[in-house]
Each structure stands twice: as C-alpha cells, then as structure tokens.
C-alpha cells in the first residue's frame, strides 16, 4: 500500500511483534506501528496514535483482547479490529466476528496477516465513505426538508404517475386541506377543483410532461382572486424521474403592482395624447425652456404661427423674438420664476421672423422634477397684437368722445344761462309781483341745472359729479340770490363723498334748490335769525339727504299731499322719480328727510 497506515499492537511477545511486521512488509504494506500491553497505555493510544487499524493478541498477561475491542468499538469504532492469537477457536472467532471483530489470524499462519489487513482498511475506507455520503445525504434532506416546510411558497411533490406525495406546511395552511388528505390524491383532480379548465381539460399532468416554463394560474382566495406562478422539475434517481417538484408562487401583489403598471402607463398615454392634442390645438404659444432660456422640445404650432419661426429653427436656441431690451426684462421674469414663481399677465413687445412688432401676454410657470427641483420653464405667450390696436382705438375715440361730451355739457350750460338771461329780460316787461318772483323762481332752477352741466364740464370724470361740492356751489348761489337773509340766516353745509350719475344729480339739485329757497323765504320772516343745516351721507343701500331749519316751523294743518305750491310739487316728483321716500320731522326743527336708494 502506498500511504504509510498506523498500526497500533497489542502484543506482549517481542517475536511475535517482529514476525507480524515482516509479513506486513513483506505484503508490501507501508506502516508505522506502535506496540502496548496494558489497557491504559493501550487508551492513552487509540487517543493520541489514532491508529487506521488494531491488531489484538487474545490474552494478555495484565489485559485481554476482548476488552481490547469493546473499548475500540467505544472510542474509535470506526477503526477496523483484528484478532491475531496463537490460541483461538473456531467458535470463539465466529463469536468474536458477531460482536465487531473485523476479522481474525492465527499465529501460527501468518501468512494471512496482511491480506487481512489490506481487506479490513479497504472495508473500513468503503465503510466510511458510504457512513459520510449518508451523512451528507441526510444533512441534506433535513436541509432541504427545512426548506421545504419553511417555505412561504407552496411546494408539492408527485410521483410519475401524477398522485401526491407531499405538500408543505405553506399549502397545508392556506388551502385548509390537511396534508394527510392531499397525500395519494390525483393531481388532476386538484387541478380541475383549484383552477378549472386553466389547463387543457384540467389535465395539469399532461402540460407538467410537455412543458418547461412556469405557468400563471388564478384561484379564488380568501379577498378575492389571487395569482399563482407555477415553476416546476423532476426530480432524477439513477436516469429515471421518480418524482416532480412543484413550488408555487403566489404573486398576487406584483401582478396587482404589474396590471397597475399598466393601467398608469396607459393613463399616462391618454393624458400625454390629450395634453398634446391640446397644446397643439391651442391658439397660445407654448413654449418649453431650460434654466439658461433656450428652447427645450417643445414649441408648438401656434408658436409656428406667431412668432414666424419653425420648431427645427428655434431648438437648442434662445427665444428668437426678444430684441436686447425686452431680453434683459425677459432675463428679469426668469430669475423670478427660477425663483419657484408663477408670473402671468405680462404684456411683452416681440419682432417676429418677418420684422413685424407684435405684442403678446405671457405667462411662466417653473418645471421642477420628481425632487421638486426646478428643471425648466413653461412659457406661454398669446398674441394680443389685436386687442391693443382695439385699446388704442378705443381710447384714442373715448378721448374724442370725452372732449365732444366736454363741449356738450359746456353748451348746455351756456344755452341754460342764454334761457335764464332771457327770462331776466322778459322779467323787466312786467311790474306784477307775484309774476316777477315766478321768473326769479324759475331762473334759480335754470341755474341750479346749469351748475349740474358746469360741474361736469370742470371735471375729469364725465359720468359722475361730487354732489358735496355741488352743494356747497348751490349753496351760495341761493344765499347770494337772498343776499338780504345772509346775514340773519347761517347754513351749515356737512356733505360726505358722494358721487352721483348727473340724471340723479340733476333731481336732487332741484330737490335741494326747492327746500333750500323755501327756508329762506318762508322760515325766517321780519329779519328773524336762525340756521339751515343740510346733510348728506351714504348710508346702508343708499343715500340720505336732510334738509333742516329753526324757523317758524310749517303751518297749522300742513299736508304734504295736499299742499299746491309749484316747489314742493316738484320735490314730491322728482322723489317719486328717484324711486325715493319723502319723510317730514317737526319735534326741534322742520326737518325734510329724503332717503334714496343706491
């Protein structure tokens, strides 16, 4: 033998020692040996020598070799035991061969020795190689008994014939059929009971036998239906399939997250099919830039249409239609945009690819990226060219139209001053009192409309006149015309900022005019003195004006319906026409409150 074996001896005759090792060597045996003969030398040994092979004398003077192999067989057994005695019987081997000797050798026939001994370590190497696959065999099948239990798959195993063999726990579980129930049964019937007609006629056998790929199966479970991946191979001892793994997936959540998928990615190609129909439909601009101003990819064919420019033109560039300055107030609205705002609304002059100067409103909106980071700019611009050369038209005949009113109301005024002057000169053919104050009467209105029409005339704003600085003109007109009571009688004049349309203003000029003239000629007789208070505010839903005095107060028996003076048939008339409400108080003073709706 080639490699050098230990051999550990227990032998008490030199002679015998030495005629055993020379047969050993002359058997071409390769050897280190080591003789002992007493049982704790001998322990001390086994331990430390750790011989491949013990050859044991019978008897021994101290020791014996039948304790010699019970304790081999308790801390080496493994290693092979062979008998070599000068003195052994037949039956006494045989006994000896029962209970773990590997073999036995007479003395007296040596010759045998070492072809025993070749054959005991050739068993004992075979012995041992058979012990250690099946150690290894069973390491792995508790490995993968483990894994077979433990696993959150379903796993099942089928003979050839398609009937079960086992199933894991995973399975057990979740389907509520007990394993014991599952072993032997039918595969086929399984199949058609779980998915149906899924396979060909629900014969999951016959697709096991012809096909290689997992397959996707659908059951019902316990939500609803849930999605199986079905992975699948025989299982081969010495050539034959003897067995078929199954392991199945349940794989419901990734094909939710895969249909998912799909469902957003179509969505996202609607609305990306929607949003260019869109931007391709509509008659804005819209353009798409980076952080540094050039055009991204997107300008679209309005874009085409305003700016003169096609898309290849203008890709990569920056916008072509800004001159230098309204490039530098363009780089202004970048900065603030990049700045995460939204601008809109901004009137910017451009030159189109013809050189035509046309005006556009603009918007931006900053791009940010999944991060919220800004990654661009959306820019869109509406041409608006139109609509300012209509603004300028329409100011530009406004303007016209303002000066023209302006003349209008200067006219008026002049023509109601040439109708008061007229009636002064008519006045003078007559010498009747009561005529003479029906003319003065009638002029104080003239002038009272008159003012209306000046007031308009002298301001900015042609549709609507300062009623309080109205008053305050009327006013004195009124004390100068009673120039004889200005001084016995005191008005006081408290006007809020009230802007009235002229046709209103006109009625309550003539309304104020009526009560005002009536103070001074009916309530303050004989030089008597006193005060005229006339107020004006803005009240909720409209306007209250009060005009009030300490005179004499009204007569006896005073009716406001049944009165038949000219002054205040007009003030109840022009109420009525104002839609407003006539209220007279006389506790302290006599006081005319007219409220006016807004």
Same mark, same amino acid.
């Not at 696993?151 to 089928?158: A, Q, R």
């Given at each position: 033998?080639?490699s050098?074996?230990r *051999?550990?001896?227990?032998e008490?005759?030199?002679?015998d020692?030495?005629?055993?090792e ?6 071409g045996?390769n ?7 007493e049982e704790e030398?001998?322990?001390?040994s086994?331990? !430390?020598?750790?011989?491949?092979? *013990?050859l ?5 003077p101290?020791?014996?070799g ?7 067989q308790?801390i080496?057994?493994?290693t092979p035991?062979?008998?070599?005695s000068g003195q052994?019987?037949e039956?006494f ?5 029962k ?6 050798v007479?003395? %007296?026939?040596?010759s045998k020795?070492?072809h025993s001994?070749?054959?005991a370590?050739?068993e004992?190497e075979? %012995? ?12 792995s099948?508790?490995?993968?008994r483990?894994l077979?239990?433990?696993s959150p798959d379903?796993?099942?195993?089928l003979?050839p014939d ?13 389907s509520g059929?007990?394993?014991?129930d ?7 019937e399984? $199949?058609r009971?779980?998915v ?20 996707e199966?659908k059951?019902?479970g ?5 999605y199986?991946e079905v992975?699948? $191979? ?13 392991i199945?997936r349940n794989i ?7 249909? $998912?998928?799909i469902?957003s990615k179509k969505?996202?190609?609607d ?5 260019e129909? *869109? ?9 798409d830039?980076?952080?540094d101003g050039?055009v991204?990819s ?9 700016f ?6 203008v ?6 239609f800004?001159n230098d ?7 202004n ?5 990049l +700045?995460?705002e939204?601008k809109?609304? #901004?009137?910017?002059e451009? $030159?189109r ?8 409103m603009?918007a931006?909106a900053p791009?940010l ?6 990654q661009?700019?959306?820019?869109t ?6 609509m300012?050369?209509a !603004?300028k038209?329409i100011?530009?005949s406004?303007? =016209?139209k303002e000066?023209?009113?302006? !003349? *209008? ?12 002057s007229?009636?002064?000169?008519q006045?003078?053919y007559?010498?009747?009192p ?8 009638s002029?104080n209105?003239?002038?009272s409309?008159? #003012? ?9 704003d042609?549709a609507h006149i300062d009623f309080?600085?109205?008053?305050k003109?009327l006013?004195?007109?009124l ?16 006007c =809020?900022?009230?802007?009235?349309e002229?046709?209103t203003a006109?009625s309550?000029?003539?309304i104020?005019?009526e009560?005002?003239?009536n103070?001074f000629k009916? +309530? ?8 005229v208070?006339i107020?004006?505010s ?5 306007? #209250?004006?009060?005009?009030?005095d300490?005179?004499?107060?009204l ?5 406001l319906e049944?009165?038949?003076t ?8 022009l109420?009525?026409? #104002?839609r407003?409400?006539l ?5 302290d003073?006599?006081?005319?409150s007219?409220f006016l709706?807004?």
């Amino acid at each position: 033998m080639g490699s050098n074996i230990r *051999i550990l001896i227990l032998e008490d005759v030199p002679l015998d020692l030495e005629l055993m090792e020379a047969e050993l060597r002359r058997d071409g045996i390769n050897f280190q040996s080591h003789c002992v003969e007493e049982e704790e030398e001998y322990r001390k040994s086994i331990t !430390e020598f750790q011989p491949d092979i *013990i050859l044991a004398d019978h008897s021994l003077p101290h020791f014996d070799g039948i304790s010699a192999m019970y304790i081999a067989q308790e801390i080496t057994p493994e290693t092979p035991f062979i008998f070599v005695s000068g003195q052994m019987g037949e039956e006494f081997a045989v006994e000896m061969l029962k209970k773990g000797a590997t073999d036995y050798v007479l003395k %007296h026939n040596l010759s045998k020795l070492g072809h025993s001994v070749k054959r005991a370590l050739k068993e004992s190497e075979e %012995h041992l190689n058979k012990k250690r696959a099946e150690e290894r065999l069973a390491r792995s099948e508790k490995k993968y008994r483990a894994l077979f239990e433990l696993s959150p798959d379903y796993m099942m195993v089928l003979d050839p014939d398609g009937h079960v063999l086992d199933i894991n726990h995973r399975l057990e579980e979740d389907s509520g059929i007990s394993r014991e129930d599952f072993v032997g049964k039918d595969a086929n019937e399984i $199949a058609r009971d779980f998915v149906g007609d899924q396979f060909n006629n629900g014969e999951i056998t016959d697709y096991l036998r012809n096909h290689t790929e997992p397959m996707e199966i659908k059951i019902e479970g316990h939500g609803g239906f849930e999605y199986i991946e079905v992975h699948h $191979a025989p299982i081969v001892k010495e050539g034959k399939i003897f067995a078929i793994q199954i392991i199945g997936r349940n794989i419901t959540k990734r094909k939710t997250a895969e249909n $998912a998928l799909i469902e957003s990615k179509k969505r996202l190609h609607d609305v990306n099919t929607y949003l260019e129909a *869109i931007i391709n439909a509509s008659p804005f601009a819209i353009v798409d830039l980076h952080l540094d101003g050039r055009v991204k990819s997107l300008w679209n064919p309005a874009a085409e249409n305003i700016f003169g420019w096609k898309r290849m033109e203008v890709l990569g560039k920056p916008l072509p239609f800004l001159n230098d300055n309204k490039g530098t107030m363009y780089e202004n609205i970048m900065h603030n945009v990049l +700045s995460g705002e939204f601008k809109s609304d #901004l009137e910017l002059e451009c $030159a189109r690819n013809d050189g035509e100067q046309i005006y556009t409103m603009m918007a931006t909106a900053p791009l940010l990226n999944v991060d919220n980071n800004i990654q661009g700019v959306m820019a869109t611009f509406a041409d608006i060219s139109d609509m300012i050369m209509a !603004e300028k038209q329409i100011k530009a005949s406004l303007e =016209e139209k303002e000066v023209l009113l302006r !003349e *209008i109301h200067h006219r008026v005024k002049n023509n109601l001053q040439i109708i008061s002057s007229l009636m002064s000169l008519q006045s003078e053919y007559t010498r009747e009192p009561e005529t003479l104050k029906m003319f003065q009467e009638s002029k104080n209105r003239i002038r009272s409309m008159a #003012l209306i029409h000046e007031k308009l005339y002298q301001s900015g704003d042609m549709a609507h006149i300062d009623f309080g600085e109205y008053l305050k003109s009327l006013v004195e007109m009124l004390s100068t015309f009673h120039k004889e009571k200005k001084d016995d009688v005191k008005v006081h004049l408290n006007c =809020e900022d009230v802007f009235l349309e002229i046709d209103t203003a006109i009625s309550m000029g003539l309304i104020v005019n009526e009560l005002v003239s009536n103070c001074f000629k009916h +309530s303050f007789p004989l030089d008597r003195n006193g005060e005229v208070e006339i107020n004006l505010s803005k009240m909720s839903g409209g306007y #209250l004006l009060e005009v009030a005095d300490d005179g004499v107060g009204l007569p006896e028996g005073f009716d406001l319906e049944s009165t038949g003076t000219l002054g205040l048939l007009i003030v109840q008339t022009l109420t009525m026409q #104002l839609r407003g409400s006539l209220e007279i108080k006389t506790a302290d003073k006599t006081c005319f409150s007219l409220f006016l709706k807004e």
